[in-house]
């Protein structure tokens, strides 16, 4: 989901795994896109772990910044939205797209622990949500 957004965004968009990015790497961007699985109903533990390390750091340096969100879930997302609605609104951080929850449905043992696949549908809606926030933030209307 990540990659299709990245090659929708563009030129000037950067990739940066939860685990890699600083709070210095979040504070020259201009905008976000917060890309991650539900994992029990709700974030992954790397990603709240980012926002864990960044959030203080960030705090009043980047209100107004436009964001989305893209959740792969294997039964409903809203979870993981929920949990990162919460903490970006601390930052007021601006939502400029409708949350983007792909369903995997992926309930049983197997097919959690099966290596996932995007539909070219689901893949076209990532790479257009990246591609509308690349342009936004390009021409400045965020």
């Known amino acids: 989901m990540a990659r299709a ?15 890699d990015a600083s709070p210095a790497d ?7 896109l917060f890309v991650c699985p539900e994992n029990l109903g709700g974030m992954t533990g790397t990603m709240k772990e980012m926002f864990d390390r960044s959030y203080y750091p960030l705090l009043g340096r980047v209100e107004g910044r436009a964001y989305a969100t893209a959740i792969a879930a294997g039964s409903d997302g809203r979870g993981a939205q ?17 949350p983007l929850i792909v369903n995997l449905a992926a309930q049983t043992p197997e097919a959690i622990s099966a290596p996932k696949r995007l539909t070219d549908h689901d893949r076209r809606r990532c790479h257009d949500l990246g591609a509308a926030l690349g342009e936004g933030l390009r021409l400045g209307m965020f």
């Open 82 to 98: 929920a949990q990162i609605e919460r903490i970006v609104t601390g930052w007021r951080l601006r939502r400029v797209a409708e």
């Open 5 to 19: 957004a990245l090659d929708g965004a563009g030129a000037g968009a950067r990739l940066i795994a939860a685990d």
């Open 26 to 32: 979040l504070l020259a961007a201009r905008g976000f």
